[in-house]
């Protein structure tokens, strides 16, 4: 790569297209460190910060888009803590202020100093108001932010800090409720939930029963190791009881957030179940007593994860246990990549490597 410029997939207009364009190469003062990019993910939540209107998001234009991004460190600032030059890593992409209670457990994603900092406008963290990693090297604020990958494939190792940690969070969210073969259903076995499918059987004694509107998506599930999978039918509630026990899901993982998962989500959990809603998709949910939800549930709304999350995440996937499906893209092919992602005809996660 030039030493004296960068590409960068740009937002510089609220509702416009993102654009590939060349920007100074960033030069590391203080605690920051510069990481030369080998791989940036591409998420849903890129397609809501693109069509952002003016005013919708606490960012300021123009800034780098990529959340999700894997590379190797290129050069520390002279206060940099963290992996040394050369070593490679994933960005842990939720920045907080980094000093708060929250913050020094890792739980930056949890930042308690959020609203602080979203009314300074200084951005969520990596593409998100502040440059991210869809470009040919990226700062990041400190080496806190970084967590080593080893010899994992770039490809590979960028999903895991956001789709694959995203994941991870959700389960943590309803491990401790998870008994011996108890159901727990995912909804939506797109980038995050064939991944959150891997994790529950590799790190919990679940029967995973998946649901998905898409016959390769319950491919993919048993793929994953889904004990079961069907499609979102007006039966599915009592086809997914009837692999319950009849008592009902343990935990519902809803990646898809719709209305009509959140009322199959009602429709299956069990008294003292466990409602995890990562998706955005527009649904809505009226938590009333009494009212439709079973009583005793409990509902999370999971953001991102925390840095040690990361680090159980990066773990799992050295092992072996843990893969993503990939569909790679040029870096120079973003544009068709962010159409494809929209139209839904992404397989798995699409990950951008400099080309
Ligand atoms: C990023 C920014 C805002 C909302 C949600 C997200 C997720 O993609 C992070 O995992
Ligand atoms: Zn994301
Ligand atoms: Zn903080």
Redesign the pocket.
Known sequence: MSTGATRAVRLTRWGGPPILTETARPVPRGEEVLIEVEAAGL?R?DL?VIDAGPGALPYRLPFTLG?EVAGRVAQRGPSAVGPAVGERVVVHGPWGCGSCARCGTGAENYCDRRTALDADRVG?GAG?GRDGGMADAMLVPSGRVLVPVGDLAAEQAAPLS?AGL?AYHSVAMIRPALGEDEGVVVIGVGGLGHLAVQILRATTSARVLAVDVREEALALADACGAHFGTLLRPDTAAALRSRTGGAGAVAVLDFVGSRSSLELAVDVLRPGGELVVVGSGGGELTVRKPGALPPGTRISLP??GTRPELEAVVSLARDGVLTVGVEPFGLSQATEAVARLREGRVRGRAVLTPD
Do not use: A, G, N, V
């Open positions: 998420c939540s809501h959340h969520t998100l956001d995203t953001f991102w």
